[in-house]
Nanobody
Framework: VQLQASGGGLVQAGGSLRLSCAASGDTFSKYTMAWFRQAPGKEREFVGGISWRGTNTAYADSVRGRFAISRDNAKSTVNLQMNSLKPEDTAVYYC?????????????????????WGKGTQVTVSS
């Protein structure tokens, strides 16, 4: 599976961005999809995940209530709507896919062994 993230950019604190990740190469609906992020000098962390059918989601505490993940299996895309952005949201954001792990499981794993990773997209939030 090839994953291509887009939609990053520079935004002021309090603003919004919408990230998208396009998948190709396999049946998209087989996979749990997730977003992770890595800030400079920090380890990569889980942001949010969505089940293959889109019925189950999970979010890190730091983004719950501000970010929303969604997917369109017909278009093989997963999106991350980010609202009320804060400077601490600044990071490179990655989308990832896994055929076995559920979103709630990703929430409690330190380094989930996702099957596939995309290249990241930079999000910078200015204060």
């Amino acid at each position: 599976v090839q994953l291509q993230a887009s939609g990053g950019g520079l935004v002021q604190a309090g603003g919004s961005l919408r990230l998208s990740c396009a998948a190709s190469g396999d049946t998209f609906s087989k996979y749990t999809m997730a977003w992770f992020r890595q800030a400079p000098g920090k380890e990569r962390e889980f942001v949010g995940g969505i089940s293959w059918r889109g019925t189950n989601t999970a979010y890190a505490d730091s983004v719950r209530g501000r970010f929303a993940i969604s997917r369109d299996n017909a278009k093989s895309t997963v999106n991350l709507q980010m609202n009320s952005l804060k400077p601490e949201d600044t990071a490179v954001y990655y989308c990832a896919a896994d055929v076995n792990l559920a979103p709630i499981t990703l929430l409690f794993m330190t380094s989930p062994p996702m099957d596939y990773w995309g290249k990241g997209t930079q999000v910078t939030v200015s204060s």
